[in-house]
């Protein structure tokens, strides 16, 4: 077959594809586009949902508040009581909208049917919370308002099935929004834990005495899967990807409800668990409780605008796609069309020669031969232009070669401390949050040793600052040298140093710490000036994370207590926090 011929049968050929491409991105991004619709149908009709649930929530604050109020302020809680009624009532029927247009199949109809007896059981616990709160307060037992308050939690774990269905049909829609999704769904959770560990009071506030044992194992039980319900978040949020907006949020939830929130918690709780004197009823308990824990839902808010936002914009970004495919065809066939033309009528036959030369060339085989120019005309250009591109080609691996040694250098500068050696605060940090997660996952007990040189000020003053370079030098080899292969050592700053022992107990970690402070206190520090070597001595804090359950900063500051323990101790000593354990020199 003839070139030319060969290049019509080409031109044919790149245009059937590109049609196809066309075709197919076009058919792709409609179906994108459509899944993300859908998604974010999906998430609107979650919120609601979401909805639904926080305002039965809601609805229990005030509802214990009136079973906990006497006769002269009834009236305002009734009222109050009323305001809340009816913003739950007004979500029931939005969500009972959503679930109208929902089909016949035996999941969406099992959702409905939960959602019916959740109408159902809201309305029977009202009736018997009204039943009880016409009551005198002094009549009122604390089994009858435990009753009332478990017939109001019921409520929101029948709208499960709803909030369940709506996030896997968004998360089916696209997946991306699985991860915004599940976390506004865990944070509606731990909104809820908090509620019901609020309302496990209202019995006790109400009549003014301390927790019974089975209350206290609820409360107990509560606090703990709220524990669970942090962490999960907690490291949800910190996965690569997260918005801003949701982090600060998180910060808002722990400043609130983990600080001040959890304060007040505890002295309910301490109160309960000792002489019942609470210093307030239930709504006073409430007004105070209740914003904190709110901000919640200012995370789940945040999570699911985040995740209609991700729809949207893949919405958007299919949308584009298809336009600029539309164009970009258009385009691309008619400078098809020229190209095709200038080759054949000009270009064809060198084009021909040097294809060998080009396709080693995509190769990076650098040893194939370029052909000479028969001419000096374009084609000759081309042949020098392909000249010029081995040649860079060569310049550019010896370049990416060098590129290569300069950044790894550069970045074990960047972790490496510059006096000892050791890896820097910043190296630390990292490698400690990754052991500590790897911690967590497999259930080990990690260590955290903080060491001070003793008086290393006056060391310098009396010895001069090369000399404390020295010295900083000498703890580090020795620091360097007592490490395991799996342990960190890092120099954090100054005089401090820290070590991070994996898959150690604290009885282990206390001798190993004890050979280091030994090691230390026997190391020679050579004096510049020829002046005989000293020793210094140094101060450890040590600080126990089991399983890993302790955040990393939580962990420096409790090492940090137990080394200055020591060094009020008298120094040269090891102390563990949390305990009066200490090794002291030559013991």
Known sequence: MSLNRLLRLLAVLLTLATAAMVARIAV???????????????????????VAAEMVSRERGPTNGLMGSGSDDQPQRRERLNEAR??????FGALGQVLAGWPADAGHQQASDQFQRAQVALRDARAAVDALAVQPKAQRSPAEIRQRV????????????????????????????????QGARMAAELREYAGLLGSHFTAALTSQQPFSIDERAAI???????????????????????????????????????????????????????????????????????????????????????????????????????????????VLLLVLGISLLLVRSRLLKPLVQTAGALQALARDDLQVPLPAPRADDEMAAVIGAVRTLH???????????????????????????????????????????????????????????????????????????????????TVGEVVRATLRACDLGARLGGEEFVVLLNHSTPAQALAFADRLRAAIAAASVAVPGGHAPVCVTASLGLAVAPSGQVDLDELLQQADQAMYQAKRAGRDRVTLAGAEIEAEAGS
């Open 391 to 473: 040649h860079s080609i060569r310049q550019r691996q010896a370049l990416e070669q060098e590129r290569d040694q300069l950044i790894e250098r550069l970045q074990t500068l960047s972790n490496t401390d510059f006096l000892t050696g050791l890896p820097n605060r910043r190296a630390f940090m990292l490698a400690a949050e990754r052991d500590l997660a790897q911690a967590r996952r497999q259930g080990t007990d990690v260590v955290l040793i903080l060491l001070d040189v003793d008086h290393f000020k006056k060391f310098n003053d009396t010895h001069g600052h090369a000399a404390g370079d020295a010295a900083l030098v």
């Open 86 to 91: 009816g913003r739950t009532d007004t979500a």
């Open 28 to 50: 792709v991004e409609w179906g994108v586009q459509e899944r993300a619709s859908q998604g974010q149908a999906a998430v609107n009709d979650l919120r609601v949902a979401l």
């Open 220 to 330: 107990e039980r509560t606090r703990g899967r709220i524990d669970q319900l942090r962490s999960l978040i907690d490291l949800r949020l910190r996965t690569p990807g997260t918005a801003a907006e949701a982090k600060k949020a998180w910060q808002d939830v722990n400043d609130a409800y983990f600080n001040r929130a959890a304060s007040l918690v505890d002295r309910v709780v301490a109160a309960g668990s000792s002489d019942g004197r609470y210093g307030m009823d239930p709504a006073a308990f409430a007004a105070a409780y209740v914003p904190d824990m709110n901000s919640l839902f200012g995370l789940r808010d945040v999570l699911l605008d985040s995740a209609a936002a991700r729809a949207q914009e893949q919405a958007q970004r299919a949308r584009t796609v298809l336009y600029f495919s539309a164009g970009g065809s258009v």
């Open 150 to 181: 478990a017939a109001m939690v019921a409520v929101v774990p029948l709208l499960a099935p709803s909030v369940s269905l709506l996030a896997e049909e968004a998360r089916q829609a696209l997946p991306t929004l699985g991860d915004d999704v």
